[in-house]
Structure formats: structure tokens, C-alpha cells
């Protein structure tokens, strides 16, 4: 009967252990579901917003409208997304376009997949890849494109609260959008660094831009370890800035406009989300993106990995899309605005002014006057 006792007594401390893990694992389940939600924001779904908060703001789902509801309410905090497609007419190929897109030309290095050249375990165990890939465009002289220029603009007009840009190339400070205005959320090929943790050696572009035209990889004169940018590369942590500038201006923005991104990569894409119910979001872009693939965490916390924009549902309310070149669909919102004159000044320019001649502004001033 001791034997039976004891190995009854040891069966029911099994059982209330399982159930202690139990709900123990409840816990830390529903900790990390509010902590991604919080950042990765609410689903973005139509059910996750009642119908009462369906406020449409704009007087039409059209770029026009855009422009009436940014003058009319004197927008102040227009938020602005940026991913490779504004940088593609300054010569800079972007990763998912079929045939010029970079992770569409990679086959000759057997890479284990695309993002591979991206991955920074793979760049520890071999660079090569990246530097050769990435060789051209290291070695290239690019300018701001004029979306870039309209960023700055709305800047100048004390519109813009913050610019978020996926973007390594440099061109966003190039065009003279404020650092302090903008959120390198992927980091910049600004900075370079030695990947020694005892050493992290600093150097510069124009160092960088020397060895690899010497058709080299880049390594360390002190150590001889292996340089690299200061980019995000996948399997690494986004810079605190990214979530610290997304928690405090997000709820503010007034206005979302996304620019030349497909909204495939988390936790960036998810900035979408986390603008409040009411906020108008325009989208600018060359092709519709694709509805993403959700990861295991985001179906089990229930949270959308893919773009949860709405300009083409029944039900939209306050989303508006421009399918085309991102210049092209910046330049037409600047003539909305009445600021075309002064963006063609900043791209004349090459940023430095943005201010119209007195002859131009009064032909411009004609101009609409003739017009039937």
C-alpha cells in the first residue's frame, strides 16, 4: 500500500507541476501577444475596428482628395514610409521587381536563398557575395530622386512629423529631409565597421569605396577582421530609435503616405497598423503589393503580417492608392498642393533652394487662369 501511496502522491505532484507549466506558458503567451501587439500594432482588419470609428475623412478616395484633406485640415503630422522604389530612378535597382530586382539576379553565387546576401550569419561566413554585389552601387555617385526632394518639401512646409525609410543609400539626408526628421530603420552605408568586438574599428564610405574598386573585401588594418556596414541585416535587431520614434508618433500622425515599399518586411511594414483608425493612408507605388505570407508568430498571436490596406474593398474608408512611379505620383500631389513650382526648384537645384524666382511664381500664378 506504501508503493501504491507513494507512487499516487507521485503521479498527482506530476499533475499539478503540468498544470503549473501550464499556466505558466499561458502567461508568458499572453506577455509576448501584448508585447508584439504593442509593437507590431493591432490587426489591421476591418472586424478588429468598429463600425462606429469607419470615419472617412477624406471627401473622395482619390489623390486629389488627399491633397483637399492636407489643406484643409493643415495637416502638421504627415508621416512618411519609404522603401527601395524611391530610389530606383537615381539608378538603384530595388530587391523584388521582376527581372532588374537585386534578389532577382543573384543564381551565379548559389546563395541558400535570396536574402541570404542580406543575412548576417551569411556574412560572417562569407562576405564575398555582398561585397560583390553590392560593388557597383558602393562604387556609384547617386542624386535624391524627386520624391526624395518632396519629403524634404513637406519638411519645409512644416508638414512632416517624421520620414521612416527602410533605405541604406544615404540619398534621404542627400536631399536635406532633418536627421533628427528621420528614422534609419535598416541602418545606412554610412557607417562602416570592424566586426572584431575587441577592435570595431571605425571607416568611412571613401575608404570602404577604395578597396572594394581594388576588387577587394574589405578587411581591418588593425585586425584584419572582416569590415562591415552599419546596415540591419536580417537575423539582427532593428535600432531602438525605430521603436521609441514609432511608439510617440504614430498615434500623432494625421496623415501615412508609404512610398516604393511592398510592405514585405517586418516589423517595418507593420508601421501601417499603428496609425489611428480614422488617419487617411496613401500608398504610392509602381505595383499593387503582394499579400504576404504570415509567419508562424504572427497566425498565432494573431497579428497581420501582410498589408492590410484597403483602397480596392468595398469597405475602404480612408486608404488611396497611386499605382505608378513614385516621382510621378509626387510631383502630381505637389501641383495638388500648389508646390510643384518649388519642387522642380529643388531638383533644379540639386537641393539647394526651393525657392521660386518671382518671375516663375507669377506665371505660375497665370497659368490656371488660362486653363478651360
Not at 522603401?83 to 551565379?108: E, M
Not at 489611428?276 to 503589393?289: A, C, E, G, M, S
Request: hydrophobic letters at 35%.
Amino acid at each position: 500500500m506504501d508503493m501504491i501511496s507513494a507512487a499516487l502522491n507521485a503521479s498527482a505532484d506530476l499533475d499539478r507541476q503540468w498544470q503549473e507549466m501550464q499556466d505558466k506558458m499561458n502567461r508568458i503567451t499572453l506577455g509576448m501577444a501584448k508585447v508584439v501587439k504593442n509593437m507590431y500594432g493591432q490587426p489591421g482588419g476591418m472586424d478588429s475596428i468598429s463600425e462606429e470609428d469607419r470615419v472617412q475623412v477624406l471627401e473622395d478616395l482619390t489623390l486629389q482628395g488627399i491633397a483637399k484633406y492636407i489643406i484643409d485640415n493643415n495637416c502638421t503630422n504627415i508621416i512618411t514610409m519609404a522603401g527601395a522604389g524611391i530610389s530606383t530612378s537615381a539608378g538603384i535597382p530595388d530587391f523584388r521587381s521582376k527581372d532588374t530586382g537585386l534578389y532577382n539576379n543573384l543564381d551565379k553565387y548559389n546563395l541558400p536563398s535570396p536574402t541570404s546576401i542580406f543575412s548576417i550569419d551569411y556574412f560572417k561566413e562569407n562576405p564575398e557575395p555582398f561585397y560583390k554585389v553590392r560593388a557597383t552601387k558602393l562604387l556609384g555617385e547617386y542624386k535624391p530622386t524627386p520624391a526624395h526632394y518632396f519629403i524634404r518639401l513637406l519638411h519645409e512646409e512644416g508638414r512632416l512629423l517624421r520620414h521612416f525609410t527602410q533605405n541604406i543609400d544615404t540619398l534621404d539626408k542627400l536631399a536635406g529631409i532633418p536627421e533628427d526628421k528621420t528614422v534609419l530603420a535598416h541602418g545606412s552605408l554610412e557607417h562602416w565597421f570592424c566586426m572584431n568586438i575587441d577592435c570595431e574599428a571605425k571607416y568611412t564610405m571613401k575608404w570602404i569605396k577604395r578597396e572594394v574598386a581594388a576588387d577587394k573585401i574589405p578587411k581591418c588594418t588593425k585586425c584584419q577582421a572582416v569590415i562591415r556596414p552599419g546596415i540591419v541585416m536580417f537575423g539582427e535587431n532593428l535600432p531602438r530609435r525605430f521603436g521609441e520614434r514609432a511608439g510617440e508618433d504614430l498615434p500623432k500622425c494625421d496623415l501615412l503616405i508609404i512610398l516604393g515599399t511592398s510592405l514585405a518586411v517586418q516589423p517595418f511594414a507593420s508601421l501601417v497598423n499603428r496609425v489611428p483608425v480614422t488617419t487617411p493612408r496613401l500608398l504610392i507605388n509602381r505595383d499593387k503589393p503582394a499579400e504576404a505570407e504570415a509567419d508562424a508568430l504572427g497566425m498565432f498571436l494573431g497579428i497581420p503580417t501582410g498589408s492590410t490596406l484597403r483602397y480596392d474593398e468595398d469597405d475602404n474608408y480612408r486608404d488611396v492608392a497611386y499605382f505608378g512611379k513614385c516621382d510621378d505620383g509626387c510631383m502630381d500631389l505637389a501641383q495638388m498642393l500648389n508646390l510643384k513650382e518649388r519642387l522642380e526648384m529643388l531638383i533644379k537645384s540639386g537641393g539647394k533652394t526651393s525657392k521660386v524666382p518671382k518671375t516663375c511664381e507669377v506665371s505660375a500664378k497665370r497659368k490656371p487662369q488660362g486653363k478651360k
